[in-house]
């Protein structure tokens, strides 16, 4: 079992720039591909970026591309989130997953973190 607990959520200004981190319990969480999802009301989940084990490749979605970056920080048990210039389509729910394979499908995510608010003000 993995327990995800994301940071880092809050209300900022178009252009501003946040840092997401989910801090993974227990150690094991080194040996899985660790995701962030978002989502809006009324829209599905979606793929924002991921990161591979072991060898910590990034992957983005659509969303971030350009503007965010992914890392993970195997000592600490942490991935985070670097998100910058931001817009209010940001605007979301950001998730935090583990998968023992990678993935950009949210279904083939085990863990989820409870999630953290992002609302991005223009």
């Known amino acids: 079992q993995v327990h995800l607990v994301e940071s880092g959520g809050g209300l900022v200004q178009a252009g501003s720039s946040l840092s997401l981190s989910c801090a993974a319990s227990?150690?094991?969480?080194?040996?899985?591909?660790m995701g962030w999802f978002r989502q809006a009301p009324g829209k599905e989940r979606e793929f924002v970026a991921a990161?591979?084990?072991?060898?910590?490749?990034?992957y983005y979605g659509d969303p971030g591309k350009g503007r965010f970056t992914i890392a993970r920080d195997n000592a600490k048990n942490t991935v985070y989130l670097q998100m910058n210039r931001l817009k209010p389509e940001d605007t979301a729910v950001y998730y935090c997953?583990?998968?023992?394979?990678?993935?950009?499908?949210?279904?083939?995510?085990?863990?989820w973190g409870q999630g953290t608010q992002v609302t991005v003000s223009s």
């Open positions: 990161i591979t084990w072991p060898d910590d490749s990034p």
């Open positions: 997953a583990g998968a023992r394979t990678f993935s950009i499908l949210a279904n083939e995510y085990e863990y």
């Open positions: 227990p150690r094991t969480f080194s040996v899985y591909a």
